[in-house]
């Protein structure tokens, strides 16, 4: 019995903490799943790698309550989208648009890519090609005998 108590407590703890407060849910269930929906795909604009759902900074409770606020006022969930980047800025999205100076971050990274490989294969070009060793002359070769014969005694 106690080990079950054990596991259910570790499985319970494993359970993403979010942190939307009580008084922050909306008495309509279908407006509060949209405000959820909405809310994990902003970003806390002070911890950055969080969505507003699951931050606990003040200013992700104020996100969370406006959007919850637009959504009792009636809007749909892109103009609430809408409403928050018009504040904030495209920063605050999770999955930002590729359109305008986005479309630069987003190719960015291939063509930094290509180019590096492309560097890498002209440096593999222009190096020479490995000679192989010249032969030892008749002198060096006699002189190379008698070192090894004074080694073998």
Known sequence: MRAAAVL?????????ALAVQPD??????????????????????????????????????DLRLYVRERLVAGDDDDAVIDAVTDRFGEFVLFDPPATGSTVILWLAGPAMALLGLLIA?????????ATSPDSLSAEESARLDRIMRDDDM
Do not use: K
């Open 8 to 16: 259910l407590a570790a499985m319970l703890a494993a359970t993403p």
């Open 121 to 129: 294969w002209a440096f593999v070009r222009q190096r020479p090609a």
């Open 24 to 61: 922050e849910v909306l008495p309509d269930a279908e407006l509060e799943a949209r405000a959820r929906a909405i809310s994990r795909d902003l970003r806390c604009p002070v911890c950055q790698g969080e969505n507003i759902d699951e931050s606990n900074a003040p200013i992700s409770r």
